[in-house]
């Protein structure tokens, strides 16, 4: 080494440590923390949250199938039908 590079090493740190981030960055990310903690620890908001996604869900279903399910239902009543008849027969 030369003179001229221990007094170059002697006066350069050999790590800078990076500026924090300001005051109110750190509060604004502390507080997006703090409400995600704050949300997932809400057991009953996030049950009764899920329930209406999962009702909101099966109405628009229902709605777009709307045939499907009025088809469905007369099958089934014709089938009741059926049977009802069928024992009545059977009977008498």
Known sequence: MTADN???????????????????????????????????????ARVKSAAADTAHTTKVKAQENQQVLIGAGVAALSALIAVVVIRRRRKG
Do not use: F, N
Request: aromatic share 2%.
């Open 6 to 44: 221990a007094d170059e090493s002697a006066t350069t740190p050999a790590y800078e440590s990076p500026t924090p981030p300001p005051v109110e960055e750190q509060r604004a990310a502390l507080a997006e923390t703090v409400d995600a903690l704050a949300h997932k620890a809400d057991v009953p």
